[in-house]
């Protein structure tokens, strides 16, 4: 028979063996680093110095990278679950080029981080990062911002709850790990009940990992990116976190754009320069950002009818002379936004809108490539990118078709049609270019399919465009579209274009 002491002893192993399990399970579930390694600072000469630090059973990898004249203003960015540092080159270029120092880090587990890729790591390595931060040379530790993506928020909201409080959060898409745990216990048909899944949060998580209840406790200045074409639980989950944070905070709903890092494509130029413009004036004692608030003028019971909403700008006062577009979101519970536009001529302004019900939060943002348009509002120019990025999604489906087996001529000479008539308007930029060399592969080898002379002459055209379009440094390549990827990886494409091609000719 067993004694007391040995029951507790054998109970207290299995506990601490169901534990580990559950947070094994839950850290494979959520995180998926990426094996490929592509880009390193130095490779666009950037000043960066390389880290290895050593963490429990494994390291930190990543760079400190310094900017000109940064009088010691850092950022620490944490980035997503799918990615590593050498992937994060979109996101520090545009933070370096603004004068900002950047850290930037692989999780335990990830990239060149030893050890295994874990939950407890991600949300507990990064008290010693900022302690080692803190003292090398050229950076200010009472500079210091944080900028989370996606997961990479959460731990960025909970190092600076528990370890370090920055002196600003900039936050793109804040996912629950709680609303994550209860949706794959539904998935798995399992029950979901408090209890159960109050356990399995117990036993996977660190303590204290809801964004929403850590940032109840902080009051630094911060900005919220949500994007409304992103899955309505993280739209929520942003949002509910959002209205717990305290102190001086914006909400950037953006429209027509997904789950980063999307919002660097459909968003480009726009992304960069409100998130710079953030950083810097929080950094320097008084964050540039618009708040809005809004009250009911005529509405039924249910909530329908008139709203005036009312736009205020801090850190910076516009003028006639230099007026801010602002765009207006208006959010339901569920996230789903109801759009408006106004200027500001001044410190605040009023605009009364329709709601289908009451709205759960208000943002209003400043959009800088506002032009002005009819009846007092603006229209946005977008750059080139994003202009390119919005027709490419729109033609994505088509051009996905090019690569069936075997390829159909119709759907090849749409899709060309498609491409001339976007030339007539602009040319693509060169990151599209490159990213749509292996369409122009099967357009070419669509047609080559044919007996139709007209189609066999063209096929070569495109065939020597696409090999023309692959980028001399693959690695470098990106496109974040709703389904990101980093790196080109369509060789095999443009070598059966070379063969082809040689076919075609006799060359």
């Not at 690569?403 to 602009?426: K, L």
Request: include cysteine; aromatic fraction near 8%.
């Amino acid at each position: 028979m067993l004694q007391p002491r040995a029951v507790l002893l054998t109970a207290a192993l299995f506990f601490a063996a169901s534990c580990s399990s559950a947070h094994d399970d839950l850290s494979r579930s959520m995180l998926s680093p990426a094996a490929e390694w592509l880009v390193e600072p130095a490779d666009l000469g950037l000043d960066a110095e390389a880290f290895d630090l050593p963490v429990g059973n494994g390291s930190l990898y990543g760079y400190l990278i310094r900017a000109d004249k940064s009088d010691g203003r850092t950022v620490v960015l944490f980035h997503n679950s799918n990615t590593n540092v050498s992937m994060q080159h979109p996101y520090y270029t545009f933070l370096v080029s603004a004068g900002l120092n950047v850290c930037v880090f692989d999780y335990r587990g990830f990239g060149k981080s030893k050890g295994t890729a874990s939950l407890r790591g991600m949300f507990l390595d990064t008290k010693d990062l900022l302690a080692w931060l803190c003292e090398q040379r050229g950076v200010d530790r009472n500079r210091i911002a944080f900028y989370g993506v996606s997961i990479g928020s959460v731990a960025a909201l909970r190092t600076a709850v528990r370890d370090y409080a920055p002196r600003a959060l900039v936050l793109d898409e804040v996912p629950s790990p709680r609303d994550f745990i209860r949706e794959r216990m539904q998935k798995r048909g399992e029950m979901v009940s408090t209890l159960g899944a109050g356990f399995t949060e117990f036993a996977a998580l660190p303590e204290d990992c809801e964004p929403a209840e850590n940032s109840a406790k902080l009051s630094m200045p911060s900005l919220w990116i949500t994007a409304t074409e992103a899955p309505k639980e993280q739209v929520t989950a942003t949002l509910r976190a959002y209205y717990e944070m305290g102190g001086d905070k914006q909400l950037w709903a953006q429209a027509g754009t997904s789950s980063p890092p999307n919002a660097l494509l459909t968003q480009d130029g726009e992304y960069q320069r409100a998130i710079t413009t953030f950083l810097t004036t929080a950094l320097a004692g008084s964050a540039e950002r618009v708040s809005a608030t809004w009250r009911p003028i005529e509405v039924d019971a249910d909530g329908r009818g008139r709203y005036q909403i009312e736009v205020t700008a801090h850190g910076s006062k516009p003028n006639v002379d230099n007026p801010w577009a602002v765009q207006i979101a208006a959010l339901d519970k569920d996230g789903t936004p109801t759009w408006a536009k106004v200027w500001l001529e001044g410190e605040r302004a009023r605009i009364t809108v329709e709601l289908p019900a009451a709205p759960g939060v208000v943002s209003g943002t400043r959009a800088f490539d506002g032009a002005r348009g009819e009846a007092a509002t603006f229209e946005r120019s977008g750059t080139a990118l994003s202009r390119a990025a919005k027709w490419h999604n729109q033609h994505a489906a088509d051009f996905v078709r090019l690569g069936d087996e075997p390829p159909d001529p119709v759907v090849a000479r749409t899709a060309a049609a498609a491409i001339r008539e976007r030339e007539t308007i602009e040319p693509f930029p060169q990151q599209l270019e490159h990213e749509m060399a292996v369409v122009y592969v099967g357009i070419g080898r669509a047609l080559a399919r044919t007996t139709d002379a007209e189609d066999r002459a063209a096929s070569i055209v495109w065939l020597q465009r696409g090999i023309k379009a692959a980028p001399a440094k693959p690695e470098r390549h990106w496109w974040a579209a709703a389904r990101a990827h980093f790196g080109w990886r369509d060789q095999d494409a443009i070598a059966d274009a070379r063969a082809l091609l040689k076919k075609l000719t006799g060359e």
